[in-house]
């Protein structure tokens, strides 16, 4: 099983071109199946979990033609010929749950296993599938598996979410797109990756409205045309990078980065002492001298701190001059870095959904272990400021979510190279 070796303590300087967002990716593929014609997406991250997606998508009957080593990718569904999706496939990552949405919207049924993905907390799909209840659409679960079917289509529905959920947000999202009338979902989530997907629906012929704001209106069309769109800029690897930058000194040009996306990560960098300077096309992060402030952060959803940029801002607090604390309000169990960042010499308490980081003047390599894609992120922004050798084992994890991680990584002076040794 591959390993990353990290010799740390050099800063990074140089360019990050920044990829396209893993998580916009993955719905902005799903879309395809809502429509006969294709649908091509520029700036696709080649990932182990869109590769996957396509995988998915081609045993439902897509013909997915994306050439090697290329970042433009075209999503054919003439015809949906499968409408089960089986748990040997949707187990392996959550958003694969999302191709249930547009079947129903398309042809009136489908079956597809619940979900499986990171193990950060129960994560249940209850909020998806009350909206497509209400869009009129017959839900029962059987060994495992959702069977929806709205067999005369599915209808305009007023949906008020309890809470705010990006997953389902997107997924009620895609299938209102089809769906008789208009549809409302209040209380929707506001992320960069829910507007990505409706410029891209609106695109394909959709009418939506109100994406990135808490009300979004859907009125429903019955049928899609061909498009092409680009995938909106990964903010999650642009913060990784900047906290990286941020955590090693020196200083990087995240490329092609939205800063109006990383708002509150911006914030918490320059109350920690970090510059950070938007440009055109990127921002520059930078750090030159001094131990860093202590920040407190809390997760929220958009435009609240980002819960997929935790782990890796507590591998930067590690290292403040002072104690930070970190609380987690979007997922039980995210904390799964905190011990292994320990062994790093980071001191770390967790009391429920808090951590209390007492920053260290050093961090020492040592072996660790890659438990989900954003913690083990942060274990390589740790071992890339540590003394000495890291070796983080299990990196399929990061293999899901981080396009080309080592070369990035290397081209900014960090020493980092994978090996295929036992885990
Ligand atoms: C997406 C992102 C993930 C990010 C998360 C929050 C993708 C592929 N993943 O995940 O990286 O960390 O947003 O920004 O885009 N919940 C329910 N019932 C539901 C749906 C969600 O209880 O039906 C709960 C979840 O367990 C969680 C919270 O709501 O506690 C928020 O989850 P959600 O926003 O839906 O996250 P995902 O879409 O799964």
């Known amino acids: 099983m591959d390993r990353i070796i990290i010799t740390g303590g050099r800063p990074l300087r140089g360019v990050i071109p920044i990829s396209g967002a893993k998580n916009s990716a993955l719905k902005l593929m799903v879309a395809s199946l809502l429509s006969s014609e294709p649908l091509t997406l520029d700036r696709m991250p080649r990932l182990a979990d869109t590769r996957f997606t396509a995988t998915l998508l081609e045993s439902l009957?897509?013909?997915v033609d994306w050439p090697d080593a290329g970042a433009t990718v075209r999503f054919h569904?003439?015809?949906?010929?499968?409408?089960?999706?089986?748990?040997?496939?949707?187990?392996?990552?959550?958003?694969?749950?999302?191709?249930?949405?547009?079947?129903?919207?398309?042809?009136?049924?489908?079956?597809?296993s619940l979900p499986g993905g990171c193990a950060i907390g129960a994560r249940p799909v209850d909020l998806h599938l009350k909206a497509f209840e209400a869009m009129g659409a017959d839900i029962v679960i059987e060994q495992g598996y959702v069977k929806a079917a709205a067999l005369r289509g599915l209808k305009g529905a007023s949906i008020v979410f309890p809470f705010v959920s990006v997953g389902a947000t997107e997924h009620a999202m895609l299938a209102a797109v089809l769906a008789d009338g208009e549809t409302t979902l209040e209380n929707a989530a506001r992320?960069?990756?829910?507007?990505?997907l409706a410029n891209c629906l609106n695109a394909m012929g959709a009418k939506i409205e109100g994406?990135?704001?808490?009300?979004?209106?859907?009125?429903?069309?019955?049928s899609l045309r061909e498009a092409r769109h680009m995938v909106v800029a990964d903010r999650i690897e642009a913060?990784?990078?900047?906290?990286?930058?941020?955590?090693?000194?020196?200083?990087?040009?995240?490329?092609?980065?939205?800063?109006?996306?990383?708002?509150?990560?911006?914030?918490?960098?320059?109350?920690?002492g970090v510059e950070v300077i938007p440009d055109?096309?990127?921002?520059?992060?930078?750090?030159?001298?001094?131990?860093?402030?202590?920040?407190?952060?809390?997760?929220?959803?958009?435009?609240?701190?980002?819960?997929?940029?935790?782990?890796?801002?507590?591998a930067l607090m590690a290292l403040a001059d002072g104690t930070s604390i970190a609380r987690e309000n979007i997922f039980e169990n995210r904390f799964m870095h905190a011990p292994e960042l320990s062994r790093l010499g980071a001191d770390i308490t967790v009391r429920g959904k808090e951590a209390v980081v007492r920053g260290v003047a050093k961090l020492h390599g040592a072996p660790v272990m890659a438990t989900d894609l954003r913690a083990s992120v942060s274990l390589v922004i740790a071992g890339l400021a540590a003394?000495?050798?890291?070796?983080?084992?299990?990196?399929?994890?990061?293999?899901?979510g981080f396009e080309r991680l080592e070369e990035k990584l290397v081209a900014c002076g960090a020493d980092v190279r994978r090996d295929g040794g036992s885990a």
């Open 387 to 400: 003394e000495g050798e890291t070796i983080i084992n299990r990196v399929y994890h990061l293999d899901r």
């Open 211 to 222: 994406a990135g704001g808490g009300a979004i209106v859907i009125t429903g069309v019955t």
């Open 239 to 272: 913060g990784t990078y900047a906290i990286a930058a941020a955590t090693t000194g020196g200083e990087v040009r995240l490329e092609g980065a939205v800063a109006q996306h990383l708002g509150a990560l911006i914030q918490a960098l320059r109350a920690a």
């Open 280 to 314: 055109a096309d990127g921002i520059v992060v930078r750090r030159e001298n001094g131990r860093l402030q202590p920040v407190d952060i809390d997760t929220q959803p958009f435009p609240g701190f980002p819960t997929d940029l935790q782990a890796q801002f507590m």
């Open 77 to 112: 569904a003439r015809e949906i010929t499968s409408t089960i999706a089986p748990y040997d496939l949707v187990r392996k990552m959550r958003a694969s749950f999302n191709v249930l949405g547009p079947m129903l919207a398309r042809v009136g049924h489908a079956t597809v």
């Open 191 to 196: 992320e960069p990756e829910i507007v990505d």
């Open 61 to 63: 009957g897509v013909a």
